[in-house]
Structure formats: C-alpha cells, structure tokens
C-alpha cells in the first residue's frame, strides 16, 4: 500500500500538467469561482502545460541526433551531463528516500514561502524529483542511512533551495517579463541569475538581442519561426556534411537522404519551439488568475516558480545566441580539457540548449547582446567545468559514465557533497546554517524596507 502511495504521489509531481492543474483547481476554488469557470481553468492550465512540455520534448527529439551528429564528427568519447541518466541509475536504489524527501520538501518550500519574504512556489515536479534523487545519494555517500533523520534531512535541505533559487533569478525576471507574477523554477538558476550579473556588470542594455537591425530585403527575418528554421537548417546541414551522409543515413534517419533528414530536423526543433510558445501562453493566460486564490488564503503574495521555457517568447534572438555560445564555449572547454588529459566532459546538447538559451535571456534583460553573449558564456564553462569535481562525489555509486548538469545541481550538490565528506555533524550543521541564513536574510530584508518606506 504505501509503496503504491510514493509511487501515486511520484506521478504527480513527476508530471506538472497534472500537479499545476491540480493546484489551479485549489486556487479556483479557494476564489469560490463558479463550476463552470473552475472546469475551464483547471483544464486549459493542464492542457497549457502539456503543451509546453511537449514542445520540450520535441525539442529535445530533434536534439539527439544533432548530440550524435556532433560526438560523431570530433570523434570523442567522455562524460555526458545528463540529469536523466544519472536519476535513472539512482532511483532504483533510492526510490523510496528521492519521494519522502520530495515530500518534506514542497512542506518546507510552502513554510518558507509563508513565513519568509520569498514567496515563491517551486511547480517544476521533474526538477523537484531530481533535486531530492540528488540529496539522497549525497547523503547516503556521507554515511546517513535511508531513515527518518535523512528523509528530514534531505527535505530541509531542500525545500530551502527550492526557496532561493527562485528569489535570485526574480529581479531579473521582472526585467525579462515586464511584471512580478511568475518566477523561475528551473534547476539552472544559480547559472542564470550569474549570467544577469555579468549582463549588468559588463554590459549595455541599450543594444538589446531583439532590436538587431535588419535590412527592409531581409525583414522576413524578423519573424522567429521564419529565423530559427534557416539558421538550424545551417547548422544541421553543417553537422551532416561534418558527420558523413553515410553516417547520418545508416544510423539516424533510417535510409532518409541525408541532407532531407538535416532540414527535417531543423523543422522539428521550430516546430518544437512554436508548440512551446503557445503552451506559455495558454499557461500564463490560465495559471496566474488561478495561482490567485493560493495567494490570497494559503501563502500571502507568493508566485508560482515554472519552468525554463517560460521566459522564451520574452527574447527569442537571445535564445539562439545563449544556446550556441554556451554550446561553443562547451565545445573549447572539451578540446582543453583533451589536452589537460582529464576527464572529458562532452558538451550535452539538451543542457546548454534550455540552459544557455535561458543565460542568454538573462543576460540580455541586464546588458543587451553583450550581455547575452558574455551571460551564456559563463554558463557555458560553468556546465563544463563543475562537472569535474562533482563526480567523484557521486562515483562510488558507479555513476561515472554521466553526471548532474545544471548548476542547481552542481553548486550546491558540490557544497552538500564536500561537507559530507568532513563528517555527518559538520553537514547537518551546513544544513541548518543554510536555512538559518535564508530566514536571518529575509528579516534583514523586512526590517531594510521598513526602514526605508
């Protein structure tokens, strides 16, 4: 029975469509909405989201050859982040823990939310699902045993994280959107929240991604879907003349024409990004009235914290130029790392795609096109490098051939890891430091305001 409940209970968070709409019917309610307005709203924001998820997965498709295409042609073998191999390989051994700590952290993200200025609501469920697989496995490796005081642990540890991250990345993304009622909950945060900064520091607004000049002959252009197709198309065809027609026509595209198969998929992955549009727009159509209700009674002033692709029709030119400056800085970072003769962390497309093209937003909103470059840049040697040094954290668990990919994995799971590593009573005391500060902070922050107003 109870596994049958973890199992229920992993399907909901597991599968937003159904943990967003299932909060939007508590928020209609709570307004005592009319019947027919709740049906409506909980179904259109369910539909919103499994819209924008599958233009993610679609995406995502038209990614994986583009990732095979790539190590094909550089012919380099190595260490691919993926979040989703690494989870796979854990959950069979910590399936149970990953739920209870997931559990204890949406208790303690929603106390935090409630007590504390940063109001945020974390709905991103395969986010929350590996964050916690995370915690477990770090903890486990410190020696805590998969009991009550670890699943504690864990979800403190969590629940705060899943707090902060969001309350970084809002500044900027009032810059991004325009407005203060949706926040991010992506495990890439710490990285784009860095990317900001960078914007903000090196630089100039004034020139933004989106206001490229382009002559009057070529302002079919300025339409996204029209741009994004040509430009894949370029880097596709590249990559199969790269790869080898006969590679791409012998293990990819099932005897396709080589070259057909390239356009193709340049027009799944626009195709992927025109179904994502749509889904953001029916979500924050939907969501935002919804979320009111769980404001007003349940967590006063909060906001609902969604994923990544939330912010993509805000700055669709600093998507594609955050995702391949990111991938290229990746790129450079595998040849040193070659000639270093470590550990070769290859370049995951899926990772500086969704994580770069978020950078390159980020920095655009603080420092227009410089800032974009320069913001996903950084993100880019940040997906690179950390890797590195989390690893042999998580090696004695036999997860060598992949690792964790965003920094809200690595940075913290880098800090959580290293103060394992000094002993149980110096990590459980990290842990509570952690939570101590996030609290003492946002009292500063009340008493500043007062002061100020």
Request: proline letters at 4%; glycine letters at 12%.
């Amino acid at each position: 029975m109870l596994d049958r409940l973890l199992n229920l209970f992993l399907s909901i968070v597991g599968t937003p469509a159904i943990l967003v709409s299932l909060l939007a019917l508590c928020g209609l309610l709570l307004q005592k909405k009319k019947l027919s307005e709740t049906i409506s709203g909980t179904i259109k924001t369910m539909i919103g989201f499994l819209v924008l998820t599958g233009g993610a997965g679609i995406l995502q498709s038209a990614l994986a050859p583009f990732a095979s295409m790539f190590q094909t042609a550089l012919h380099t073998q190595g260490v691919i982040p993926s979040n989703e191999a690494v989870v796979a390989i854990a959950l069979q051994k910590f399936g149970t823990p990953t739920a209870l700590i997931m559990a204890v952290g949406m208790i303690v993200n929603i106390l935090l939310a409630r007590y504390t200025r940063f109001k945020y609501i974390y709905l991103t469920g395969q986010a929350m699902l590996y964050i916690s697989c995370l915690t477990a496995v770090i903890l486990v490796s410190a020696g805590f045993g998969t009991d009550a005081t670890m699943i504690i642990l864990g979800g403190i540890f969590e629940g705060t994280l899943l707090t902060v991250t969001p309350a970084l990345c809002q500044p900027f993304m009032r810059k991004i959107t325009g407005k203060d009622n949706v926040a991010m909950g992506h495990t890439g945060s710490i990285g784009y929240a860095i990317a900001g900064l960078i914007g903000k520091w090196f630089g100039n607004k004034k020139h933004s991604t989106e206001d490229i000049e382009v002559p009057k002959s070529f302002s079919f252009l300025r339409d996204s879907t029209i741009s994004i197709m040509l430009l894949m198309s370029l880097v596709y065809i590249g990559l199969t003349i790269a790869a080898g027609p006969t590679y791409v026509e012998s293990k990819l595209s099932d005897g396709t024409e080589a070259f057909i198969y390239a356009i193709t998929q340049a027009g799944t992955f626009t195709a992927g990004f025109v179904v994502v549009l749509q889904g953001v727009r029916m979500i924050l159509a939907e969501i935002v009235p919804a979320f009111q209700g769980i404001a007003q009674k349940w967590v006063p002033g909060s906001k609902p914290a969604l994923d990544v692709p939330i912010i993509f029709p805000f700055a669709p030119n600093a998507v594609l130029i955050g995702f391949f400056t990111s991938f290229i800085v990746g790129t450079l970072s595998m040849f040193v790392m070659i000639g270093l003769h470590t550990t070769v962390i290859i370049p995951g497309v899926v990772g500086h795609f969704f994580c770069g093209a978020a950078a390159g937003i980020y920095g655009n909103s603080t420092g227009g096109r410089r800032g974009a470059i320069l913001g996903s840049a950084v993100n880019g040697l940040l997906l690179s490098w950390l890797p590195l040094f989390i690893l042999p954290l998580l090696g004695q668990l036999k997860m060598a051939a992949s690792t964790f990919a965003d920094t809200d994995y690595l940075i913290p799971g880098l800090i959580l890891g290293n103060l394992g590593e000094a002993g149980k009573v110096v990590l459980v005391a990290g842990i509570f430091i952690f939570v101590g500060a996030v609290i003492l902070t946002s009292m500063y922050l009340n008493i500043r305001e007062k002061k100020v107003n």
